[in-house]
């Protein structure tokens, strides 16, 4: 993995509010892109967006949601079937074993309902506190954490909103900082800005609302490396 230069230090609380406040206004919208019906589908979803654009797992769960409508028939598939219908998502092999292992698990240890709580998601095969979090608080209005993904992780830094590299300890950070009330709007207005603005490899900093404020902003004087970050697959 490609990590990012260490940070020396990170914003006040106070900067990293108003930071977040300008682009909840920019982003009154923000929402999980994902398409899905139920808990399961989020999950299966959720599991399939590692590594790759929620467009196209879109595209890829339109019939696969059809072909497998619930959690026995994941825990009942072929896995080489299922590999083959979500070869086009990436990491194919990985994503099949756990969605199929992850439906197992729930048939045998939860009768079949997707867990509602931390601690019971994290046990399934393929689930940490990412996917965790996203089907908490979109599937059951849950919110014990923040969904960490490769676009909040990239912007967390960048703003200044922690020095921090590893997912977990990132969403320890923006815990500490934003008040819970907030923490479901965090990742998708993030994720939104990340999209549209401050891309991995050409960040539009002369377009970016909070390009004073940013520590990593050209406007601001920031050595901000427009890379490609190469995160490892977490779940």
Known sequence: MDDLPKRADRLS???????????????????????????????????????????????????????????????????????????????????????????????????????????????????????????LSNAFAIVEGIAVDTHVRRLAYRLGFTTENDPNKIERDLMNVIPKKYWFNLSYVLIDHGRKICKARAPGCKRCVVRRLCPSSLDAGGKLKAQSLKLKVVF
Not at 82 to 104: M, Q
């Open 13 to 135: 609380a106070p900067e990293i509010l108003n930071i977040f406040e300008i682009l909840c206004k920019e982003y009154p919208d923000a929402k999980i892109a994902l398409s899905y019906r139920n808990p399961l589908e989020l999950l299966v979803a959720t599991i399939l967006s590692a590594q790759c654009t929620d467009e196209r797992v879109n595209k890829v769960t339109g019939s696969l949601f059809k072909k497998y409508p619930t959690v026995e028939s994941y825990a009942q598939a072929s896995l080489t079937e299922l590999e083959e219908a979500i070869k086009s998502t990436g990491f194919f092999r990985n994503k099949a074993r756990n969605i199929k292992a992850c439906c197992e698990l729930i048939l045998e240890r939860f009768g079949g309902r997707i867990p509602q709580t931390m601690d019971e998601l994290i046990t399934l095969p393929g689930v940490a506190r990412k996917t965790a979090n996203i089907v």
